[in-house]
């Protein structure tokens, strides 16, 4: 098992990662305060890990509280599931949620943890590639509003990561490739040679080989600890996280929640990116070519939906985070290895983006 920490003064935390991390107990013990304990899971992990969890929760009192699976239920309604299964088993401030499932369980245990009480402890327990990676370090916590993603939430940071690599086994291949594309966005923003790393390896972690496994959420989680570290609150640096995700997010909110995965939407996202620092001159179009190669070995999506029109995403894209005085800025990338957030772009490159996007003539 390996460890890892997240430096953040007196809300540092440690980050196990390993095959079989769910069954030591001694990942979890040391980190619950109190007596009891709160699941928060889904209704497709459940049967296939939360008994194993209790095990390790053994000689703590635990109830469990079983959602819909799906980005579709990352809303107030789940959210106030959460609340009503800690009332009726009069949970006081001394519980700890534990989180067991991919980001959007993460992400509504999180934020209920944050303002159950005031704020209780809660940890993380990720079993997607997706979520292992990325959203279960860091705090940030939210649910989904119709009109944007993650538009509400608090910055929250867990007592620790608990990442198992063997729960990755029972994934869908879909769900796996969504993952690894937020694998690939750390080798874009910050680390060249990871992302030649991925070049060479990226089918072993289609294939799930757990070495392959270990090395690249091991990567992939000191990158985003360093980022959190240095910008917890998303002043700066920690923007670059976000490479893709202005374009995604527009895409995620067209369809629904549900129809695109979280990082399907990213990968088309950074593609779109990619392209436009392209026309701002400051990717080489073999840059671009790489990067496209490596998403499509990756078996991800590198266009948006055929159904969804540049004005489609002027519209949504307007309700990102980093809008600044009415203008949306983007991470885009120097090079591979080096993103930087800007508003500096021509409009007609981006709508020619958007309409390469959507297979439309230019």
Not at 183 to 209: A, M, P, Q, T
């Amino acid at each position: 098992m390996l460890e890892l920490k997240v430096e953040l003064g007196e809300r540092s935390y440690p980050i196990y990662i390993g095959a079989g991390c769910l069954a030591m107990a001694e990942c979890f013990a040391s980190h619950i305060k109190g007596r009891k304990v709160m699941i928060v899971t889904n209704e497709t992990v459940s049967p296939l890990y939360e008994a194993q969890l209790r095990k390790s929760l053994a000689g703590f009192e635990v109830d469990c509280v079983v959602l819909p699976d799906g980005e579709a239920y990352k809303n107030w309604d789940s959210l106030s599931q959460i609340f009503d299964a800690l009332l009726e088993s009069a949970h006081s401030r001394q519980t700890t949620i534990v989180a067991l499932g991919g980001g959007v369980v993460g992400d509504m245990a999180g934020f209920a943890a944050a303002s159950y009480q005031r704020g209780v402890d809660f940890l993380q327990v990720p079993t997607t590639v997706l979520s292992q990676v990325d959203s279960s370090v860091g705090g940030k916590t939210a649910i989904n509003h119709p009109l944007g993603k993650n538009m509400i939430g608090a910055f929250y940071q867990p007592k620790a990561v608990v990442i198992d690599t063997l729960s990755l086994q029972t994934l869908p291949e879909r769900e796996v490739s969504a993952g690894i594309a937020e694998i690939i966005k750390y080798g874009l923003i910050r680390d060249v040679s990871f992302f030649e790393w991925l070049e060479e390896n990226v089918e072993r972690l289609v294939d799930l080989d757990q070495e392959a496994l270990v090395y690249a959420i091991e990567t992939s989680c000191a990158c985003k600890a360093e980022v959190v570290e240095a910008d917890e609150l998303e002043g700066g640096v920690r923007a670059h996280l976000n490479l893709g995700h202005t374009f995604g997010h527009a895409i995620e909110a067209f369809c629904g929640y549900g129809r695109w995965l979280h990082g399907e939407a990213v990968s088309a996202g950074m593609m779109m990116a990619a392209e436009l620092s392209y026309l701002r001159g400051d990717l080489t179009k073999s840059e671009v070519e790489r990067i496209e190669k490596l998403l499509v070995r990756a078996k991800l999506p590198v266009k948006g939906p055929v159904d969804m029109q540049p004005d489609d995403y002027h519209r949504l894209m307007k309700l990102d985070k980093k809008v600044l005085d009415g203008r949306v800025r983007f991470v885009l990338l120097k090079t591979i290895g080096q993103a930087v957030v800007t508003d500096q772009y021509l409009p007609a490159d981006l709508d020619s983006v958007l309409r390469q996007a959507a297979s439309l003539p230019s």
